[in-house]
């Protein structure tokens, strides 16, 4: 046993020698009209090496709740599952494979339907990207894909993978193919600059086939930057669509302001809605990895029926 625990640290000493350590913790305090609560939201834990000049990887551990109980995995209905309990799960084991053809990516990889749209919003810890949120695509998928920059600021993407997202392994024989091409700069959270593009991504079921289809642009500069998008996801005879526009504004060096607005259709053929959301506030960044952002959020809907809500919420991060 002593043996194995040295071996175990040793192997950690190398790692953390050769590689890159890092994490990110969203947690929150929200603020309704039926209660109040303090909120842990997500704990990334990630490790990120270079093999070769050619071979580079990034593995990323999440910490979140889970609301699959005993009855789902185990089948077993004779004891009360803790559905809700906090839980370790593998998000990303991606290997990048750099070549004059392109980079191609393998493994446990995040897909290329969401990405750039979420660095135009910029504030993953406050809220979701819209096709996050709504559900039109996963974050990451076991598979393969390649991408290669053909001009200036060009850069196409293709990928194959399970379609099932990284919570559960391939459930059929189909496979989704997704297609990105995005011209510009895009990490315009990051870097000032803009960008265009659009995602296509395609997976076939024993009936009819799941389709997305989004255009986004996004631009950063002067301490502003603005983001826009339309997705579009079908379900055989089924539609959902998605407008979304921010707008990001840094009052000074430590504080910014934003504002989000979401426009969802849900045309489904049982039951046809359409859902507004607003979320605006103020974000503080303290050093050292800590931010602060007071907030409220809106959502309205077109059906007078359906109640409108607000909700107050202190989103915090923290980077290490």
Not at 56 to 78: C, L, P, S, Y
Not at 211 to 217: E, T, V
Not at 253 to 282: M, P, Q, V
Request: proline letters at 1%.
């Amino acid at each position: 046993m002593n043996y194995l625990i040295t071996l175990l640290i040793c192997i950690s000493i190398i790692m953390a020698a050769e590689g890159k350590i890092g994490g990110v913790t969203y947690f929150d305090y929200a603020n309704l009209e039926e209660k109040s609560s303090f909120n842990f939201q997500r704990q990334y834990f990630s490790y990120t090496g270079v093999a070769s000049d050619k071979i580079d990887f990034k593995i990323i551990f999440d910490v979140g709740r889970t609301n699959v109980g005993a009855t789902v995995i185990e089948k077993d209905t004779t004891y009360k599952s803790e559905d809700t309990r906090l839980i370790v799960f593998l998000k990303k084991a991606q290997i990048n494979y750099n070549t004059s053809y392109g980079t191609a990516n393998m493994g446990l990889i995040g897909t290329n339907t969401y990405g750039v749209q979420e660095n135009n919003w910029g504030h993953r810890f406050i809220e979701q990207s819209s096709i996050d949120k709504y559900g039109f695509s996963s974050t990451a998928d076991i598979g393969f894909g390649i991408s290669k920059s053909l001009i200036d600021n060009l850069n196409m993407s293709l990928q194959l993978t399970n379609g099932e997202g990284f919570k559960q392994p391939q459930g059929d024989k189909y496979h989704k193919i997704s297609f990105n091409a995005t011209y510009g700069e895009r990490k315009i959270n990051k870097n000032d600059g803009y960008n265009a593009g659009v995602v296509y991504s395609t997976e076939a079921t024993d009936s009819e086939p799941t389709n997305m289809i989004s255009a986004f642009g996004g631009f950063s500069g002067m301490g502003l930057r603005l983001g826009a998008e339309y997705d579009m996801l079908t379900k055989g005879d089924d539609e959902y669509n998605i407008i979304s526009v921010s707008a990001n504004y840094g009052v000074r060096d430590n504080i910014d302001t934003f504002f989000r607005y979401d426009i969802y259709d849900d045309n489904d053929s049982e039951n046809k809605k359409c859902t507004n959301y607003l979320i605006a506030g103020i974000i503080f960044n303290c050093g050292s990895g800590l931010s602060a952002a007071p907030n409220v959020r809106m959502t309205s809907y077109e059906d007078s029926s359906n109640v409108a809500t607000n909700e107050y919420k202190i989103n915090f991060q923290f980077k290490f």
